[in-house]
């Protein structure tokens, strides 16, 4: 078909409009997508303090004035606005913005704003207090002085509560539950046996719970249950099997015993609890990595 010089024309223009529209469209995609992995900044005190009840994890409240602190603007732009630190803060802490501006904000909201620093004591910006989900303050730092953001969100990680796996019913006190809910689930048992009262063991056992790396390992892939040596508890109906799963041997003060089964009678894996939470999880990836090239070989 001979095309005229009108419909040229006219066929140009509709592969502009549909270039147009295709990079209108790639340009709003790549517009949700940043905006997806931007973190969520809350500005009010109570709707914090509730999804730190809904999820456990601490409310990390920056507090600022936007349009006359250069501090505060540094800081958000050292550390706040980094990608070290969206990803620290992503499955760790709440994050909430108390703002006071010079400008931009109603008399209403600059007195609720202002009741949230005289709560937790704040008289400088850019200041940073972590909260639990009891609306209690852990720490509160003053001031920025320059740290990276490496530096900075490291200050904090020690900082953080301890993530216990009890939460929703995750950690089992008796070997019979964890059993039962192991082949409902088909998972291996993760057994920890630590003395009652303990405090070294407590403490060891805090620092590996609170590990975001075993914390997501044991719950993603073990029913876990914790547990205390045989001979501990007087009549403890888990005395005979976890002195199997201990090999007979006595667990020494303040050590952590770790043992993965099946059936809470045959040990499949074991290891020292008193090592660094990495070595731990390493171990533990490990033996998850067996199980599964096992299970593949008999295929």
Not at 10 to 38: K, N, P, Y
Not at 107 to 116: G, I, N, T, Y
Request: glycine share 8%; net charge negative; proline share 5%.
């Amino acid at each position: 078909m001979r095309m005229t010089s009108g419909t040229v024309r006219l066929e140009s223009a509709r592969r502009i409009m549909v270039s147009a529209g295709q990079l209108a469209l790639c340009l709003f995609l790549a517009t949700v997508t940043v905006a997806a992995d931007e973190p969520r900044w809350l500005t009010s005190h109570e709707e914090a303090l509730a999804a730190a009840t809904d999820t456990g994890l601490p409310v990390l409240t920056v507090f600022t004035g936007s349009d006359w602190c250069q501090h505060c603007r540094t800081l958000e732009q050292n550390v706040l606005e980094t990608e070290t630190f969206r990803t620290w803060a992503a499955d760790r802490v709440i994050l909430l913005m108390i703002d006071l501006p010079q400008e931009g904000i109603s008399l209403a909201e600059r007195k609720a704003r202002s009741r949230v620093c005289i709560r937790y004591g704040v008289r400088s910006f850019p200041s940073v207090v972590l909260v639990g989900s009891d609306g209690q303050a852990i720490t509160t730092r003053a001031g920025y002085r320059g740290q990276s953001a490496a530096t900075w969100v490291a200050s904090l990680e020690g900082e953080l509560p301890a993530r216990s796996l009890a939460d929703g019913g995750r950690v089992h006190s008796r070997l019979d539950e964890a059993v039962a809910t192991a082949q409902g689930t088909k998972r291996p048992i993760l057994v920890m046996v630590s003395r009652p009262g303990d405090s070294g063991a407590t403490t060891r056992l805090a620092s590996l719970m609170g590990d975001p790396e075993f914390e997501s390992l044991a719950r993603e892939n073990f029913v876990v249950a914790q547990l205390p040596p045989a001979g501990t508890l007087a009549g403890s109906p888990d005395d005979e099997a976890v002195d199997e799963l201990l090999g007979g041997e006595e667990l020494a003060p303040e050590a952590v015993g770790i043992v993965v089964t099946d059936d809470g009678h045959t040990p499949l894996f074991s290891e020292s609890g008193d090592q660094e939470p990495r070595r731990v999880v390493n171990g533990l990836r490990r033996f998850l990595a067996s199980r599964q090239a096992a299970r593949n070989a008999r295929r």
